[in-house]
């Protein structure tokens, strides 16, 4: 059973423009998300954070969103660089937990 | 700040034989937790360590364990190798300790049965 999910496996987009990239969830428990950067053969990267608290989360071209109604999170690039080509992960975390979920993956791919 | 780290970066065993791998967390992390990448499965929680103790254990074999020391170095053993255990191994750290910790990882160790 996959409590998270990324039902796109890829997304292409032009430089300049926004990258959306969805997750949803199954499990009501999740009170903590994250998403990370990934490249082949390397470790992934940490890029934002939302806890259930909040709706919103900026860091500077990153914006995570947090819808808890529809168990559902998004993250906005903005603008989107060719360097952002990569595959990201969504991950949740459980109340007290360490013990991160991750969905399969989105690879994003920024064209010049 | 050093990041995360993590040794060998490479193995390759044969079938039967036994491993151990080394995570080194940042500095003043206390938590360090293990995952196995695969193409089929993604990325899977094996174990989590907290101030030595194992906090939370994933759905592996007992043949996959781990240890953490009281500098907060971990590793993870796995014995008794068979094929499908080729996997990127991850570990990853944060404070712990506290509710929503970011966790940073390692560049993994890529292990190869053969």
């Known amino acids: 059973d996959q409590q998270v999910k990324q039902n796109s496996p890829s997304l292409s987009v032009q430089e300049g423009r926004i990258s959306i990239l969805n997750c949803d969830y199954t499990n009501s428990m999740f009170d903590y998300f994250l998403w990370y950067k990934k490249y082949p053969a390397e470790g992934p990267t940490f890029l934002i954070s939302i806890s259930s608290i909040k709706d919103k989360n900026e860091d500077g071209r990153f914006t995570v969103f947090l819808n808890k109604s529809a168990k559902h999170l998004s993250l906005h690039i903005v603008p989107s660089q060719p360097g952002d080509s990569a595959v990201y992960f969504c991950?949740?975390?459980?109340?007290?937990?360490?013990?991160?979920?991750f969905g399969k993956g989105t690879k994003l791919t920024v064209n010049p | 700040k050093a990041g995360v780290t993590q040794t060998p970066r490479y193995l390759i065993k044969t079938r039967g034989q036994q491993v151990t791998l080394s995570c080194s967390p940042i500095s003043g992390h206390r938590s360090v937790s293990w995952y196995q990448q695969t193409p089929g499965q993604g990325l899977q929680f094996l174990f989590e360590y907290f101030s030595e103790t194992q906090r939370n254990k994933g759905n592996f074999p007992g043949r996959f364990s781990g240890r953490q020391f009281s500098n907060s170095r971990s590793e993870m053993n796995v014995s008794t190798l068979e094929l499908g255990d080729s996997a990127l191994y991850l570990c990853?750290?944060?404070?712990?300790?506290?509710?929503?910790?970011?966790?940073?990882f390692g560049p993994g160790t890529r292990l190869t049965v053969l």
């Open positions: 990853a750290s944060s404070l712990g300790g506290t509710a929503w910790n970011e966790q940073f």
């Open positions: 991950a949740a975390s459980g109340v007290g937990s360490e013990k991160l979920v």
